[in-house]
Nanobody
Framework: QVQLVESGGGLVQAGGSLRLSCAASGRIFSNYAVGWFRQAPGKEREFVAAMRWTYGITRYAESVKGRFTISRDNAKNTLDLQMNSLKPEDTAVYYC???????????????????WGQGTQVTVSS
């Protein structure tokens, strides 16, 4: 079992930055992918970014490329999401997720992740 706890959300003006962090407890295996998803009110949960836990290969949604950076600290068992140049459309609850990789490519579907955090709210004002 893996437990995930997010932190770092908040209110920020458009153009600002926030850094989210996800603390993982339990065993994250070398073939796991870890990532971030978000869900805005009335919308489905969508992929933001993910990476393979051990090799650091990353994948980003087109909407956040060049603005967000995903990183992890294997020793501390933490996963971060640095968010720069934030836009009002980035407003959502952000979730940390983990799951075993079934293919060589970094997954981006919610069904590929079976461990989830409780979420942290990010609000970007215009």
């Amino acid at each position: 079992q893996v437990q995930l706890v997010e932190s770092g959300g908040g209110l920020v003006q458009a153009g600002g930055s926030l850094r989210l962090s996800c603390a993982a407890s339990g065993r994250i295996f070398s073939n796991y992918a870890v990532g971030w998803f978000r869900q805005a009110p009335g919308k489905e949960r969508e992929f933001v970014a993910a990476m393979r836990w051990t090799y650091g290969i990353t994948r980003y949604a087109e909407s956040v490329k060049g603005r967000f950076t995903i990183s992890r600290d294997n020793a501390k068992n933490t996963l971060d999401l640095q968010m720069n140049s934030l836009k009002p459309e980035d407003t959502a609850v952000y979730y940390c997720a983990a799951g075993a990789m079934r293919r060589a490519t970094i997954p981006s579907e919610t069904a590929d992740f079976n461990f989830w955090g409780q979420g942290t709210q990010v609000t970007v004002s215009s």
